[in-house]
């Protein structure tokens, strides 16, 4: 079936970084998501893109809507410990079917 | 509060035992869903409801089932768990199944033994 390859895996950065991560698929999407999960939590969606070439803002949270509508890309600019967690891409595979990427875990450190 | 909510949280049971983890939600959302999250394996959906008396499998539909007799609940069955079913579930709404952007609920650990 189709799937959505996150990478990396996990990060391990340090409180004021940069963050950069990605999401590919080999099938068009035309609709990417992003969640973050907190431990303990439930996923809740940071933002949502609907066009090819999108660039959408949430604070320190910037997401694009690859060219290729085959990819999307998530950044958190001058990370806090509170950013901690894990970052789930999404994009729907039918109109009633969304599929997850396996996720990339951020860990920041003081 | 707009949100879904599940119960128990937390559960530990034993193999061959029925059980039945709610999901409820409070913001008319005709799309409700059933996820199952295993490490490595990201999200998976098991059952959705399009709108009530409405349901379809998602991937991993084996040894569950789902009913939808009122819009605001939909409650996983598991008729006779096995420890391979010991995961964290999430149950998830949205407006509409083509309204993408799914709420969830804040998840219910179950472990089989």
């Known amino acids: 079936g189709q799937q959505l390859n996150q990478s990396p895996q996990s990060m391990f950065i340090q409180e004021g970084e940069d963050v950069s991560m990605n999401c590919t698929s080999s099938s068009i999407f035309n609709t990417w998501l992003w969640y973050k999960q907190e431990p303990g939590e439930g996923p809740v969606l940071l933002i949502a893109l609907y066009k090819a070439g999108e660039l959408t803002s949430n604070g320190r949270l910037t997401a694009q809507f690859g060219i290729t509508r085959k990819d999307s890309f998530l950044n958190i600019s001058a990370s806090i410990p509170s950013d901690v967690g894990i970052y789930f891409c999404?994009?729907?595979?039918?109109?009633?079917?969304?599929?997850f990427g396996t996720g990339t875990r951020l860990q920041v450190f003081p | 509060e707009a949100q879904v909510t599940q119960n128990p949280r937390y559960l530990i049971t034993v193999t061959g035992k029925k059980l039945t983890v709610t999901c409820s939600q409070n913001?008319?959302?005709?799309?409700m869903s059933w996820y199952r999250q295993d490490p490595g394996l990201g999200l998976r959906q098991i059952y959705y409801?399009?709108?009530?008396?409405?349901?379809d499998k998602g991937d991993v539909p084996e040894g569950y089932k789902v009913s939808r007799k009122e819009k605001r609940n939909f409650p996983l069955i598991l008729e006779s768990p096995s420890p391979n079913q010991t995961s964290l579930y999430f149950c998830a709404s949205s407006l509409t199944q083509v309204t993408y952007e799914q709420y969830f609920g804040p998840g219910t650990r179950l472990t089989v033994t």
């Open positions: 913001m008319n959302h005709e799309y």
């Open positions: 409801s399009m709108n009530v008396e409405v349901t």
């Open positions: 999404a994009g729907p595979v039918s109109p009633d079917k969304l599929i």
